[in-house]
Each structure stands twice: as structure tokens, then as C-alpha cells.
């Protein structure tokens, strides 16, 4: 892979992890239904939300560490290198 290309990659990964950072990517900031009041359909509507937000969350989190893993890679000129095999990884998948 060329100097370009990885400087392309990088760019791509920084901006992607400054994205999911600014968004407060912890599960604390999350409320939870018993902050709220209404009804049993209400705490049932807000306690769903309150789910879906912390996988969304989590998922965020694991996004994160794949990007740093990846940066981590591209500083030890390994990115684009097949971890099991040691080949090059095809542009398509990379």
C-alpha cells in the first residue's frame, strides 16, 4: 500500500473516530425509564428507548477500538496486511 493510500485510510479512520467521539459515547448519558413518569406504556416506551440507545452505545464503543486498532496498525506499517496469513489485503476489503 502505498504512502498515499495510508494516509488516506487514516484521514478516513481519524475523522470517523472524532465523529463517534463528539457524540458522548458513554452509557451514562443515557436516561433510564425510572427518571421518568407516565403510564406503564410510557415507562414500557421510554425503557425500549433507553435499551436500544445503550447498543447503540455499545456498538459505538466497539467501533472505537476497531478505529484505534486500526491507527495502531497503520503506525506500525501493518495495515492492509492479513493478520493470520501475512498477504496484502485486496483494496476492495480494505
Do not use: W
Amino acid at each position: 500500500m502505498t504512502t498515499g493510500e495510508l494516509l488516506h485510510y487514516k484521514n478516513l479512520l481519524l475523522a470517523k473516530q472524532e465523529e463517534l467521539s463528539a457524540n458522548g459515547n458513554t452509557v451514562a448519558s443515557i436516561s433510564t425509564a425510572s427518571e421518568g413518569h407516565g403510564d406503564l406504556l410510557d415507562l414500557a416506551v421510554r425503557e425500549a428507548h433507553t435499551a436500544m440507545h445503550i447498543r447503540l452505545k455499545e456498538n459505538d464503543s466497539k467501533l472505537l477500538r476497531a478505529i484505534e486498532n486500526a491507527l495502531t496498525r497503520i503506525q506500525l506499517e501493518r495495515f492492509g496486511i492479513c493478520e493470520e496469513c501475512g498477504l496484502p489485503i485486496s483494496k476492495a476489503r480494505a
